[in-house]
């Protein structure tokens, strides 16, 4: 792991950064902000090694990758072929979610680890970032560097040997824009949201992918998984994916805006104020069309029509504000609690509404009632329930 970075030390120094009215405001070092149990507990003790590890992976974040490939996963549409005669009801490998899912987590934490490893220097200078690891000297730079090779190959192997080497790449191409084009453009130009929107919206495509991958009929290979008729539900989650994280990034940019000026990163909550209350405003409209795209293709029930639009209007209602009011009087702060419920809210409602969820159940109600019916109008071929038995037993008529 080698030794702490040598840049911590610098962390002693006053920096000074700009308060939400423009005015300059000096804070100490981020070891002053530590609390006190972990600024006297032995730097290289085995448990703090752990946890700042664990803190390089961004657990938050990577558990919401984790959680958006998991339900595009879920709700892949299974032919009756896959359908386990045991209970009836669709089903995919959960074997082949096991590795899915811990394999996503493993290419998440190589690529925020990347991140971390790439911007100390930067994060130091901003309140929301500068009591990460590397900042603090937890971890060295070659530390970071190398915990993400180990889960960054140790990612991409698992799913390509688990689920299939389409989704191996996905998660592959995610460490790469992540690291490599979104975290150095962030100081380069306010594009860099676009770029990190993508990043976000390609886990709920390897979670389809991968759905995909056990009914490919032909080779099987990326063209059939990405590009075939039946994968147009995976590019509507991943565009759900991709318009929710300006809404509610642009709302949390926003209030800490002075801080990424000071910081030096490009983020249109200070470039350009009104375009990013816009922008926001405007991919909150774009969830509408993407919510009953999943309908109009089959992935959910045309109820979800209706759910997912009352949830779109308050996410809408809450971007108006923020562009109306320009961010002020709480409306940042209630757009991004807002899409904090929404996301899930979304996924949630998609996985309860899924196309043919409920015709199993519903039809094997209706056919034992069917066939009782069909006894009491004296059909002899059909099998009875015995009289006087305590079981209710079943026999076929004499």
């Excluded at 539900?233 to 940019?253: E, I």
């Excluded at 998609?350 to 969820?357: I, P, R």
Aim: glycine share 10%.
């Amino acid at each position: 792991m080698g030794p702490p970075s040598s840049f911590s030390g610098r962390l002693s120094l006053h920096i000074r950064t700009h308060g939400t009215n423009g005015a300059s405001v000096a804070y100490r070092g981020a070891s002053a902000h530590l609390p006190t149990g972990t600024q006297s507990r032995p730097t290289h003790s085995i448990r703090q090694q752990l946890a700042s590890y664990l803190t390089l992976s961004k657990p938050r974040l990577t558990f919401l990758m984790v959680l958006t490939t998991a339900s595009a996963y879920s709700l892949y549409p299974v032919p009756s072929l896959l359908l386990p005669g045991a209970t009836g009801s669709p089903s995919l490998s959960a074997l082949t979610l096991v590795y899915l899912t811990t394999g996503t987590g493993l290419c998440s934490a190589a690529a925020n680890s990347l991140n971390m490893m790439i911007e100390p220097e930067h994060d130091a200078k901003m309140s929301r970032t500068r009591n990460r690891p590397i900042v603090r000297g937890m971890v060295s730079r070659n530390g970071a560097l190398a915990f993400a090779l180990v889960t960054g190959t140790l990612g991409v192997v698992g799913l390509y040997l688990g689920v299939n080497p389409t989704v191996a790449f996905l998660g592959g191409l995610n460490i790469i824009l992540y690291a490599g084009v979104y975290t150095p453009l962030k100081r380069v130009s306010v594009l860099n949201t676009w770029v990190g929107a993508v990043v976000g919206a390609i886990p709920p495509l390897m979670g389809w992918a991968a759905g995909a991958g056990q009914r490919a009929t032909s080779t099987g290979d990326w063209k059939e998984l990405l590009f075939s008729p039946d994968a147009t539900g995976g590019w509507l989650l991943a565009m759900l994916l991709f318009a929710w994280q300006f809404h509610h990034f642009n709302a949390l940019s926003w209030t800490v805006r002075h801080e990424y000026r000071y910081a030096g990163y490009r983020m249109l909550a200070w470039v350009n104020e009104s375009m990013n209350a816009r922008i926001a405003f405007r991919y909150a409209l774009l969830c509408f069309p993407i919510c009953w795209g999943l309908s109009a293709v089959g992935v959910t029930d045309w109820s979800f029509v209706l759910t997912s639009s009352v949830v779109n209007v308050w996410i809408s209602h809450a971007a108006w504000r923020f562009y109306k009011l320009s961010g002020h009087r709480g409306s940042a702060r209630g757009l991004f609690w807002a899409g904090v419920w929404q996301l899930p809210s979304l996924l949630v409602l998609a996985m309860a509404q899924k196309k043919g969820l409920w015709e199993s159940s519903w039809s094997r109600l209706f056919e034992d009632e069917v066939d009782y019916e069909m006894l009491d109008d004296g059909n002899d071929d059909c099998p009875r329930k015995e009289e006087g038995s305590a079981n209710g037993s079943l026999r076929p008529i004499d």
